[in-house]
Every structure is written in C-alpha cells, then in structure tokens.
Nanobody, 127 residues
Framework: QVQLVESGGGLVQAGGSLRLSCAGF????????MGWFRQAPGKEREFVAG????????SYADSVKGRFTTSRDDAKDTLYLQMNSLKPEDTAVYYC????????????????????WGQGTQVTVSS
C-alpha cells in the first residue's frame, strides 16, 4: 500500500494562503481516490476536499468552497491543497487520505475513516 508524507503546514494570518502537499511512496496515488480532511481540537474529523481516481473530479466542503483547491501532479506523484483566504476557523490538523477504489471509479472519497492516512500537518490561522 501507499505511504503518505505531508508538508506545507504552518502559521498564517487571516486572509493569507498556504499550499499543503501530500507525496505518495510505494504505490502511485493514481491507484486511489484522494481526500483532504481536518480535525480541530475538540471536534470530529471532517471532510475538506476530494479528488476522484478516474475523471479528475473534485469536490469541497461548503465551508471551504471557493477558497480551497485540490489538484494532483502525476509526474511528482503528489496531491496538493491550495488554501486561499484563510480564516481562523480553518485552524486544524490537516490529513491526506488515500482510499483504494476501482480503476473506473470517479466518486469522491468523503468518509472520515478507512484507507491510508498521512501523519497530519498543523495549520494555524491568526485573526
């Protein structure tokens, strides 16, 4: 199975931007439906953004729609989450997730459990 390594988290002021990276090792990310999730202190892990295995479909939580964009660089076997117009409520640990699905599966992986998870990266947005 794939191993996921995340980077790009840090401190940023409200209105600023960050780009998170999720690199795959051992197996190509093209074998998976990919997702970004986050968990704030005292809250449940929630879906943020997803990228289908087939068809290049993306989907976003209502709370980040229009501000976040997820993409994949096949040459680098890396998934990205571009976060713009960041708000203090975006503060959380962000996780990359890979769920094995059929080659022709174009659905978005929204489930908050299952699959392979990265180690998480902290994003803190100051007001």
């Amino acid at each position: 199975q794939v191993q996921l390594v995340e980077s790009g988290g840090g401190l940023v002021q409200a209105g600023g931007s960050l780009r998170l990276s999720c690199a795959g090792f051992g197996r190509s990310l093209s074998n998976y439906a990919m997702g970004w999730f986050r968990q704030a202190p005292g809250k449940e892990r929630e879906f943020v953004a997803g990228f289908s295995r087939s068809g290049g479909r993306t989907s976003y939580a209502d709370s980040v729609k229009g501000r976040f964009t997820t993409s994949r660089d096949d040459a680098k076997d890396t998934l990205y989450l571009q976060m713009n117009s960041l708000k203090p409520e975006d503060t959380a640990v962000y996780y990359c997730n890979a769920k094995p699905v059929a080659y022709s599966d174009y659905t978005i992986p929204r489930a908050t459990t299952g699959g392979v998870w990265g180690q998480g990266t902290q994003v803190t947005v100051s007001s």
